[in-house]
């Protein structure tokens, strides 16, 4: 268990639907990084938030959007989904030193 | 940009046979080094590390320096057993930007046979 935890692992949805992933950070780092991982885009940044603003953007599509928490978790939104947004999202976390990632198991997402 | 350029896999070895996975960069600074591992239907984990030029990250076997007039991070090991079948991530992060973020290489799995 690395400390991040991802919710849910897996998620089938339908054409022009919305979703939203869950992230919890390890204990104690502040920042929160999400990932895009397909077999054709390899692992895309999509956002960082620190400490509940945002501090960095990625290439994230205008449909997504994020929010980090007071308690510092954070959710990914996918909206109006399309077929091409199946792939494994992956929540990372990092302390105020950055000494590295540490990753979340991901969440699978099947758009059909 | 940052980016980073990885050796197209799969690699296919032998148990006991010696590994390189060839890894290079381009940013703007200088940059930190990371490789990072993904097990089947894990999460990545940071495998090693170096922060500066010269520096050598090393971790269960496996080794990588920091090479700035050539702007690589070859990840090797001597001796690779089954268990380290996965796909490799070579990935770096500018320093000194405020922005944290990681970029990633494209990956190279490996596959290591008995």
């Known amino acids: 268990d690395s400390g991040v935890t991802q919710t849910p692992k897996h998620l089938i949805t339908a054409t022009g639907q919305r979703v939203t992933l869950r992230c919890s950070p390890r204990s104690g780092d502040l920042s929160v990084y999400w990932y895009q991982q397909s077999l054709d885009q390899g692992l895309q940044f999509l956002i960082q938030?620190?400490?509940?603003?945002?501090?960095a953007k990625g290439n994230i599509l205008e449909r997504f959007s994020a929010q980090q928490f007071p308690d510092l978790h954070s959710e990914l939104n996918l909206s109006s989904l399309e077929l091409g947004d199946s792939a494994l999202y992956f929540c990372a976390s990092s302390d105020r030193v950055f000494d590295g990632y540490t990753f979340g198991s991901g969440t699978r997402l099947t758009v059909v | 940009g940052d980016s980073v350029t990885q050796m197209e896999g799969p690699v296919t070895l032998s148990e006991e046979a010696f590994l390189t996975i060839n890894c290079t960069y381009t940013a703007t600074g200088y940059p930190s080094l990371f490789w990072y591992v993904q097990y089947p239907g894990e999460g990545l984990q940071l495998l090693l590390k170096?922060?500066?030029?010269?520096d050598k990250g090393s971790n269960k076997g496996f080794e990588a320096t920091y090479r700035k007039e050539t702007t690589s991070f070859h990840l090797e090991k001597g001796s690779v057993q089954v268990s380290d079948s996965a796909v490799y991530f070579c990935?770096?992060?500018?320093?000194?930007?405020?922005?944290?973020?990681?970029?990633f290489g494209s990956g190279t799995r490996l596959q290591v046979q008995p």
């Open positions: 938030y620190y400490n509940g603003e945002e501090r």
């Open positions: 990935a770096l992060r500018e320093k000194d930007t405020g922005r944290r973020a990681l970029t």
């Open positions: 170096a922060t500066k030029a010269d």
